[in-house]
């Protein structure tokens, strides 16, 4: 047993939690399709409606090798997101994983990084959602309205998870028929030449495949709230692998369609691609409910980012890894109130200054480096505890590692961000766990005085 076992042992299931522990209790509110819904609501959204424009700008024609390229390294770490989560459904995910099962400070640059991720791809989606807006009614700057929408979205995670959820399935199921509209209509319109030349095996399909891996990122948010979810051995599993899935083939299909409709040197040069495909068509009313889908897409994955992004803060809270403000539930809803409206203000702040490819390239470098920890504590796991032979996990660490270092050939500015964002979590932790360990012989000292 490691230290991650010893040290911490009450907060790892709602088994473990005493009485005392109810003000740290999240309720378990949300089924099978809530959590499939949450997932999926995490990853289509910011990849198919923002993401496709410069996914297309790198590898051409080939934009649905780059799709595949992304997903088949998403499976790989969604097999161990699967296993671990079958072994232990708790708030906070890959932080808690890696913290029992490699080391606590393993884990806290783990959960570190993926709030940077995520609280940078809420940037990134809030800026898809503002520029789909605005190319449709242009009230204020797009950077402005992304601001307002982030605290909007804020709000409603205030108010509880089971309303949030709600209002997501509700955005899921909507922005699924408005995708397959796109399909299905933009099918009959469709010029093979538009998707010449075909080239593969180009090194920009791999790039493209590191931005789109942006676009599957959330098929892991189901985890990051299993406390919350009925039954969570078996149904946060399922729910990974269903939204992943269920991705996938909408992802393909849209992605053909798009490069069938306009072309690949079309679609680089826009922020809202698929408004630009369907206009090929030339039925403005189609367009329309294109543009509608663009919003409710970007607007469920905004609204799952600043619930994980609030969970996992809430999480590391509760470990003191970050300050136990955090970790406060309201007496009322039942959230962590405090970690929500931190979130949604860094979020909105951000946006103000953010470029969408910038934020895109950081929040899928630590993306990647997360989920690097999430397979390297799948590999950790104990024979009969592995739902999986040790090749899955072993993959999904070494693709993971490959787009990390593609990314340093195309979006340097990118990778380095995410090196120093790394190297200031180090900084906090070593700086915390020194106060933490300076207080602790002050107490002993007292303690052997008396």
């Known amino acids: 047993m490691n ?30 399709w809530d959590a499939t819904a949450i997932s999926i609501g995490a990853i289509i959204g910011g990849g198919i409606f923002v993401v496709t424009g410069i996914v297309a700008g790198l590898a051409g024609s080939a934009v649905v090798i780059s799709m595949l390229l992304a997903a088949a390294v998403a499976s790989l770490t969604a097999l161990s997101f699967a296993e671990l989560s079958a072994w232990l459904p708790v708030e906070g995910s890959v932080y808690e994983y ?36 605005t190319e449709a009614l242009p009230v204020m700057p797009p950077n402005i309205l992304a601001a307002i929408v982030c605290l909007a979205f804020t709000a409603l995670n ?26 299905i209509y933009g099918m009959f319109f469709i010029k093979p030449t538009n998707l010449e030349p075909f080239l593969p095996l180009q090194k920009g399909v791999l790039f493209g495949a590191y931005f789109m891996f942006f676009a599957y990122g959330g098929f892991a948010r189901a985890a990051v709230i299993g406390e919350e979810v009925k039954n969570a051995k078996k149904t946060v599993p399922k729910a990974i692998l269903l939204s992943l899935v269920i991705s996938t083939i909408i992802y393909v299909f849209v992605g053909l369609v798009a490069v069938g ?60 890894d970050l300050p136990s403000l955090m970790c406060k539930i309201h007496k009322r809803f039942g959230t962590p109130h405090v970690s929500i409206w931190i979130v ?14 910038e934020v895109v390239a950081v929040s899928t470098f630590a993306l990647l480096f997360t989920y690097c920890f999430a397979n ?10 592995r739902l999986y ?6 993959l999904g660490l070494c693709t993971c590692l490959i787009l990390i270092i593609a990314v340093y050939a195309i979006a340097t500015p990118a990778w380095v961000a995410g090196i120093v964002f790394l190297a200031m979590g180090a900084v906090y ?7 933490k360990n300076e207080r602790q012989k002050e107490a002993n000292l007292r303690f052997n005085r008396k």
């Open 3 to 32: 230290d991650g076992e010893t040290i911490y042992p009450r907060f790892f299931t709602r088994d473990y939690m005493t009485n005392n522990d109810e003000s740290r209790r999240l309720k378990q509110e949300l089924s099978l």
């Open 376 to 385: 390297l504590s799948a590999l950790k796991l104990k024979k009969e505890k």
């Open 98 to 133: 890696t913290r029992r099962l490699v080391s606590p400070f393993a884990g806290f640059l783990a959960g570190w990084m993926w709030i940077i991720s995520n609280t940078f791809g809420g940037a990134a989606v809030s800026l898809g959602f503002a520029y789909y807006f």
């Open 261 to 320: 409709l306009i072309g690949s040197n079309s679609l680089k040069e826009s922020t809202s691609p698929l408004t630009l495909a369907i206009g090929a068509t030339g039925n403005s009313w189609v367009q329309q409910i294109i543009s509608i889908g663009g919003l409710v897409a970007t607007s469920s994955v905004l609204l799952t980012a600043v619930l994980g992004v609030s969970r996992m803060a809430f999480s590391m809270a509760r470990q003191k």
């Open 344 to 357: 949604g203000i860094i979020t909105a702040l951000l946006v103000l200054f953010a470029d969408l490819t």
């Open 389 to 394: 032979p040790k090749i899955f996990p072993t």
């Open 429 to 435: 932790h070593y700086i915390r766990k020194n106060i």
């Open 158 to 183: 205030y108010v509880g998870v089971r309303r949030s959820a709600l209002l997501n399935n509700i955005l899921v199921l909507i922005k699924i028929l408005i995708l397959c509209l796109f399909i």
